[in-house]
């Protein structure tokens, strides 16, 4: 007996809200107690830009505006800036907007250029630097929010998006090592020692 066509299987349709004992959800009503929120890093003079071991970090959104489900921060990396190797229980993404950066990840390190997104996993450790000439900017998203409220807390305000914090004294950058060390565990952030490396170019 011939096949007369094709045999086609018809699979219901699913998303991410249903599963096979329970019905799709609605989509739920728009809360209008929330707004549009438009952050010009360049414009907005509200904006936090904040000083931290010579990188400058400008928050576009906080936690309180995306009712805690992520924050979003502009990046100024200095030549040789960057935070040593550490691990928190938050995902984390950087798109490289301008200039390149060294990160490295779980031992392995990556040259990521302009153009370039890596996503990092929660509790996977990792650090980055800029190892170039000129300085970089990345886009940094971290979900859910909380490390908004930890820049905010152990930085010093500066005045643009690419103003450098001054370099403070020895007393002055010890209290402030002191300070993120006593509050990374409220934050779920610990430093690690570094891990032998391995290179790769993206």
Do not use: W
């Not at 066509?5 to 989509?27: C, E, F, W, Y």
């Not at 904040?50 to 990046?75: F, H, K, Q, W």
């Not at 040259?111 to 929660?122: K, L």
Request: glycine fraction near 6%.
């Amino acid at each position: 007996m011939g096949m007369k066509g094709p045999m086609v299987l018809k699979i219901p349709a699913m998303n991410r809200h249903s599963t096979k004992s329970q019905p799709v959800s609605p989509i739920p009503p728009d809360d209008l107690l929330r707004n549009l929120t438009v952050a010009d890093p360049n414009k907005n003079r509200s904006l936090p830009h904040i000083g931290i071991v010579g990188d400058t970090y400008t928050i576009l959104l906080s936690g309180e505006d995306t009712a805690g489900r992520y924050c979003l921060i502009d990046m100024h990396i200095p030549p040789g800036g960057g935070p040593p190797p550490h691990r928190h229980d938050f995902e984390e993404s950087f798109t490289v907007l301008e200039g390149e950066i060294e990160a490295t990840f779980r031992g392995k390190r990556l040259v990521v250029r302009a153009g370039v997104t890596v996503s990092i996993p929660a509790n996977a450790p990792h650090s980055f630097t800029n190892a170039s000439k000129h300085p970089s900017r990345l886009l940094c998203i971290c979900a859910p929010a909380g490390q908004d409220e930890f820049f905010l807390a152990v930085g010093v305000p500066v005045a643009t998006r690419t103003t450098p914090p001054t370099k403070p004294d020895k007393a002055t950058e010890a209290a402030m090592m002191a300070k993120i060390v006593a509050l990374l565990p409220k934050y779920l952030t610990e430093m690690i020692k570094p891990e032998s490396q391995n290179q790769a170019h993206y």
